[in-house]
């Protein structure tokens, strides 16, 4: 079983890529969902946070986002000790799913903003880094979270530079509203597929 990576800088569009594939049969374990999920449910996590952050971040047993946002995507320290805490469950997690889906399916994509500063690169055969410009990433942005110029850009400043993603991958695609990204998969898909059989 081949296990992609699928990264890209806030608002480049990789979850709308990675429905692409979806729609070619093949499963995507999504990072940031599950990693909601994680942060609600798991204990090791949970005791984590309050013990770095405090009680106040839990509220009636979920973790308040927004608030550890607001600590966290202002002081690189703690984005780092928040990353640290998350990261290693998240990681567990998406090797057991993988063990699950290993019997049915020939590959298998994780969709995650922070696939490099996670370290989930160690356990993927390839990686793709889906590609738009920085003017385009934060105008999609502002209009899906409703967020502001200086907040997004905040957010963008957390991640890795777009360049060094691109460096790190096996492909790249373009999502700048000029190229397809149904023939971009398609190809992707193919020289893929070529791996597997061979």
């Not at 986002?65 to 703690?78: E, G, T, V, W």
């Not at 370290?119 to 055969?125: I, K």
């Not at 890795?160 to 790190?168: N, P, S, T, V």
Request: charged letters at 30%.
């Amino acid at each position: 079983m081949i296990t992609i990576g699928i990264t890209g800088g806030i608002g480049s569009g990789k979850s709308v890529v990675c429905d692409i594939f979806r729609l070619h049969g093949i499963p995507v374990y999504d990072a940031d969902s599950e990693a909601k999920e994680l942060n609600d449910t798991s204990l090791v996590i949970r005791s984590q946070l309050i013990s770095h952050f405090g009680e106040e971040l839990y509220r009636e047993g979920r973790l308040d986002r927004r608030m550890l946002a607001s600590i966290i995507f202002q002081d690189k320290k703690k984005l780092a000790v928040a990353n640290a805490i998350i990261h290693p469950e998240l990681a567990k997690d998406f090797l057991k799913w993988c063990s699950r889906q290993e019997q049915h399916y020939p590959m298998v994509i994780i969709d995650a903003a922070l696939l490099f500063e996670a370290g989930f690169h160690r356990w993927l055969d390839k990686i793709i880094t889906v590609y738009a410009p920085k003017d385009l990433r934060l105008q999609r942005t502002i209009a899906r979270d409703l967020a502001s110029a200086d907040e997004v850009e905040e957010r963008m400043n957390a991640q890795l530079a777009e360049d060094e993603k691109i460096r790190r991958s096996d492909f790249t695609i373009c999502n700048d509203n000029h190229h397809s990204l149904i023939l971009q998969v398609a190809k992707i898909m193919k020289e893929l597929s070529e791996n597997i059989v061979s």
